[in-house]
């Protein structure tokens, strides 16, 4: 069963400042995607998201691990485990500096900006980016959703940052709610996106809160999706990497 939401201005939850974040909601656990480009499996994403502190902060300590055709990136963040600003993130393209494709990323954030360094096989960049206020990585929108106060007709506004995106303004909005065919238990759609013609549909699970998938290129003839799977990590390894 699934309804669509007509989002009134009586409806709407706007935000002139960021929403607060629920990230103490969130389950700890593995979680394993499927991506699909046309119908057709295309890559592997595990994500992993764990309770422990930080020089006696409260955090998230997330890492994903994406695998797809000829190409493999992994990434760990840090972030305050209630508001889920991010803390610091550490991540890596490709498999090692002989990889045309190889990155390695480190960044850390705090209040006032974002540093670190951006090394490819060309060479290495500084990062510095001045914040004006509370700003999260865009890298995290499926794990920021989950942890919003969704509300039926809800519209959201979150300033983020990514490393290879720079800063977005990115608007949610709960635009309906669906009973997943995945296991039966209501969650909410959320669209979402900077652009609002290019936006993606995000799946989030309201109990445990959770980001079930989304699909990307709505109103365009190849659909890209990435959805949960209960198929053990295991596969997820053996993918085959090479083009």
Same mark, same amino acid.
């Given at each position: ?15 002139? %400042? ?22 057709? $499996? ?34 760990? !963040? ?93 608007? %949610? $909005? ?27 549909? !995000? ?10 998938? !989304? ?24 993918? $085959?990497?090479?083009?």
């Amino acid at each position: 069963m699934k309804r669509l939401f007509l989002t009134a201005a009586c409806l709407v939850l706007t935000a002139a %400042a960021p929403p607060p974040m629920q990230g103490e909601r969130l389950e700890a656990g593995a979680t394993y995607f499927v991506l699909k480009m046309d119908g057709q $499996e295309n890559g592997r994403l595990w994500r992993v998201l764990r309770k422990t502190e930080l020089n006696g902060r409260r955090v998230w300590d997330i890492v994903f691990h994406l695998k797809l055709v000829g190409r493999e990136v992994r990434a760990h !963040y840090v972030v305050d485990r209630a508001s889920l600003l991010p803390i610091m993130m550490d991540g890596t393209r490709g498999r090692d500096r002989s990889d045309r494709n190889w990155e390695r990323i480190r960044l850390r954030y705090d209040a006032r900006r974002i540093w670190g360094t951006r090394e490819s096989s060309s060479g290495s960049k500084t990062i510095s980016v001045a914040l004006n206020g509370p700003t999260w990585d865009g890298h995290l929108l499926g794990v920021m959703l989950a942890a919003l106060p969704l509300a039926e007709g809800g519209r959201y506004t979150l300033p983020t940052w990514q490393y290879d995106g720079g800063k977005k303004q990115i608007t %949610a $909005e709960v635009v309906g709610d669906i009973v997943a065919s995945y296991d039966g238990k209501p969650a909410w759609l959320v669209e979402a996106g900077d652009d609002p013609s290019d936006r993606v549909r !995000y799946e989030i699970a309201r109990s445990p809160r959770a980001e079930r998938g !989304y699909k990307k290129d709505l109103h365009a003839p190849g659909c890209v999706t990435i959805w949960e799977t209960s198929e053990a990590v295991l596969h997820v390894s053996r993918l $085959e990497t090479g083009r």
